[in-house]
């Protein structure tokens, strides 16, 4: 067998045990992004760097969840709602042409979903942004976009 080469607390950190981000609650700021969008399960970050304007983190919140497949069907169906709540938001501020979504859970295990806006201009159509390098946004630009997006979606 071969050795093991992800945390050796994994299963503990799928479990929810010292999830930070069970841990940090509903805040109108993280470390990473600003939120712009607080739904009944899913609270939605402007990131505060990007490889791309737009870019946006969707958390799930509520009780710890790892993945998609650990939600129960109701719960999946507002889970996406929201999400799609989100992207119609950045589709009209950002005008994107298309938004990626990018659900992982192999560094942090509690479901989140990274909405990345792509535009007729970038540097890799129809493939991955590559490098996927993040640049600190203008704290006055992240705002101003801030309150738009907050508009569009309504709360």
Known sequence: MSTPTWPADWDDRRAGVNCPTCAQGRLDQTRGGVRFFAGDVVDVYLRKSAPQPGYAMAV?????VPDLVDLAPKELTAYWTEVATAARALYEIFQPAQVNYLTYGNSVPHLHTYLVCRYLDD????????????????IDELMHRIGELKSAVGR
């Open 60 to 64: 799930w919140r509520g009780r710890h």
């Open 123 to 138: 540097p890799a159509p129809g493939l991955p942004l590559a490098p996927f390098v993040e640049r600190p946004v203008d």
